[in-house]
């Protein structure tokens, strides 16, 4: 099992995703695996800050997901928090590309974890639309 960290960032309707420079060409969150010790909110600071060349502040838990990871044949867990970014994230490190993806956008672009899970929890919820 693979246990990553994400963000949640909604902005007119669209969610923020990423594409990594390698591993898959997905859309998956913004994010990524805890070092050491460290808690799912410094985890978080430090990846969002390596991914999206930006600091996150008021970090609140969201919910749990697990699936499929993307672009590996084992599960993922995802704890998934919002939080407020500093300044218009950019694509830094590991990050080849950012996207705001909408509902109607195509979901085979996208992890598994997005599509099956998220992504309609977040219709249910009316945070996209």
Not at 1 to 7: H, W
Not at 48 to 70: K, N, P
């Amino acid at each position: 099992m693979i246990r990553k960290i994400g963000l949640l960032v909604v902005r007119e309707n669209r969610l923020l995703l990423c594409r990594k420079s390698r591993g898959t060409t997905l859309l998956i969150l913004p994010g990524g695996k805890p070092e050491g010790d460290e808690t799912e909110e410094r985890t978080l600071e430090r990846e969002i800050e390596e991914e999206l060349g930006t600091t996150v502040s008021a970090i609140e838990h969201f919910g749990r997901y697990e699936d499929e990871a993307a672009g590996d044949s084992r599960r993922v867990s995802l704890s998934l928090y919002t939080g407020v970014l500093a300044r218009e994230p950019v694509a830094s490190g590991e990050i080849a590309e950012l996207i705001w993806f909408g509902a109607g956008d195509d979901l085979e672009l996208v992890s598994p974890s997005l599509r099956r899970q998220i992504l309609p929890d977040l219709l249910r919820r009316g945070i996209l639309r």
